[in-house]
């Protein structure tokens, strides 16, 4: 049962936020690992796919569309082409780019994963490439920077993602916080390694991590009492409150009011920690900026972070996804279950947060590892996998009387249970065209020995200059073949004792 507390969820808020800081390209890599390479003992990768992803600000500004809000992000790039690259990403997740400036003599900062693959199930992180600068940005760049921000419009929360990377350096929070206080607004700052922290003074809350807190205060953080303990300290540096995120043992929070609390956390399976801060500032932004309290805003950014550390990579999360962790603790198979008002509302915001939606369809009756092979394998070439399952009546006008063997609601439960699928809807038509027209996802993909036009909905996705993938199944498993071996098999007689 979902808490009272929790319920601006449910409701279609859309706070205006300013996010100030560094924004970043991350550039991933992907492939296999297959032999060691002749020249030193270093591993070949095999590039398979590459992606690129908003980080830093950027990667903030995602995650807070994805919830909802409208986000303006102010923030330099370099004049080249992963500037471009930026500006394009931005477009995407339909941010706001007007305080986005050009800079002819900085790079703009790309930091490159290579993910490889050997006898791993999933890829893994094997080298990180970093190019950047981390010169403070020329006070003509600042003066036109606050011009912009002082032009973007009416805004409810300023948000400060400082990377230590140029932005935020120099007088640039304190001229921040000076325009906050003259709009009234609040200030929340994601501060950087290290470094002085009286340059946040008069922000409303600082959110350093453990080691972050440890650095500034002095004080070893391993305990909750010890963040509590760095958390009062940091109120020295003229903050008004003081967020330490503390990854398996929650948060905790100090301000000047005398609060000292605890907020713990579920114990998580962490996939990859990167992004887990960013989604935890973006979170507290976008429900503070909504109306809520600092107590609701971060046991909702908890279960937040606790979701993005389970996923690889920076990945967005929507509201329904937090609901679902808020409601049950864990969330629930039946939660990716979706009608289609749902699904269209997950899928614009899936869209907005610039993630790639692969699709695939069929009946599944009797679920086998053929067919979680294919799910798993599709779920591959994008970031979210939706599942277009026949309904019963769908299922009976293609195969025939006695089919399917499973409700639709069962076979339905049983894809959302599986890990690799994002979203399930059930369809009612005999043929599935009309749903890939509906959802125009960036890959249509389909397991069997098919061609790419034997696929059905291949022209609608290749006209729109989507990919079209046929999947190999693993094994020779036929849903077909497996029921024929069911019924062929001899019934055993039961003898009483």
């Keep these: 049962m979902l808490h009272p507390q929790f319920s601006l969820l449910e409701q279609d808020i859309s706070p205006r936020i300013l996010l100030v800081g560094d924004v970043m390209l991350d550039r991933y890599l992907f492939g296999d690992v297959e032999r060691i390479s002749p020249e030193a003992p270093i591993p070949i990768l095999r590039i398979g796919k590459q992606e690129h992803r908003l980080g830093g600000a950027g990667s903030v500004a995602s995650m807070a569309a994805a919830l909802g809000a409208k986000t303006v992000l102010a923030t330099v790039v370099g004049d080249d082409g992963e500037g471009l690259v930026v500006r394009s990403l931005l477009d995407r997740v339909l941010t706001d780019s007007c305080c986005v400036l050009t800079v002819s003599d900085r790079c703009t900062t790309v930091k490159e994963r290579l993910l490889g693959r050997a006898q791993q199930r999933y890829p893994h992180q094997m080298m990180r490439v970093d190019r950047e600068t981390d010169q403070p940005i020329e006070s003509s760049c600042v003066e036109e920077l606050l011009a912009a921000i002082r032009g973007c419009g009416p805004i409810d929360l300023i948000l400060v993602s400082d990377y230590n990377k140029g932005v935020c350096k120099g007088d640039m929070i304190p001229r921040i916080v000076e325009f906050a206080r003259a709009a009234g607004v609040p200030v929340l700052a994601d501060p950087v390694k290290g470094g002085d922290y009286h340059r946040y003074a008069g922000c409303t809350c600082i959110t350093p991590n453990r080691m972050e807190a440890s650095t500034a205060t002095g004080i070893a953080v391993r305990t909750p009492e010890d963040g509590l303990d760095a958390a009062r300290e940091l109120l020295r540096f003229g903050v008004e409150s003081a967020i330490v995120t503390m990854d398996r043992d929650g948060m905790v929070l100090a301000d000047r009011?005398?609060?000292?609390?605890?907020?713990?956390?579920?114990?998580?399976?962490?996939?990859?920690?990167?992004?887990?801060?960013?989604?935890?500032?973006?979170?507290?932004?976008?429900?503070?900026?909504?109306?809520?309290?600092?107590?609701?805003?971060?046991?909702?950014?908890?279960?937040?972070?606790?979701?993005?550390?389970?996923?690889?990579?920076?990945?967005?999360?929507?509201?329904?996804?937090?609901?679902?962790?808020?409601?049950?603790?864990?969330?629930?198979?039946?939660?990716?279950?979706?009608?289609?008002?749902?699904?269209?509302?997950?899928?614009?915001?899936?869209?907005?947060?610039?993630?790639?939606?692969?699709?695939?369809?069929?009946?599944?009756?009797?679920?086998?590892?053929?067919?979680?092979?294919?799910?798993?394998?599709?779920?591959?070439?994008?970031?979210?996998?939706l599942v277009g399952l026949n309904s019963d009546r769908s299922v009976e006008e293609l195969k025939g009387v006695g089919h399917p063997l499973i409700h639709e609601q069962d076979r339905a439960e049983m894809l959302a249970a599986l890990e690799c699928v994002d979203y399930v809807v059930v369809f009612d038509d005999r043929s599935v065209a009309g749903l890939v027209e509906r959802v125009r996802p960036d890959v249509l993909a389909k397991g069997g020995q098919y061609t790419v036009e034997e696929i059905v909905g291949y022209e609608i996705v290749l006209g729109y200059g989507g990919r079209v993938l046929p999947l190999p199944m693993k094994g020779h498993y036929s849903t077909t073949s497996l029921i024929g071996k069911i019924r062929d098999l001899p019934t055993r007689k039961r003898y009483a004792a």
């Design 257 to 385: 009011s005398g609060t000292a609390r605890h907020f713990p956390i579920r114990p998580r399976q962490v996939c990859d920690v990167t992004g887990a801060g960013d989604m935890v500032l973006a979170t507290l932004g976008y429900v503070l900026a909504a109306g809520s309290d600092v107590p609701t805003a971060i046991e909702i950014a908890n279960a937040a972070g606790g979701l993005e550390v389970e996923r690889l990579g920076t990945a967005t999360l929507s509201r329904r996804e937090i609901l679902a962790e808020l409601s049950a603790g864990v969330p629930s198979g039946s939660s990716k279950i979706l009608s289609f008002d749902h699904l269209d509302n997950e899928l614009r915001c899936a869209r907005q947060a610039g993630r790639q939606i692969v699709m695939t369809n069929g009946c599944f009756d009797l679920l086998h590892p053929g067919h979680v092979a294919c799910l798993q394998e599709a779920r591959r070439h994008g970031d979210c996998l």
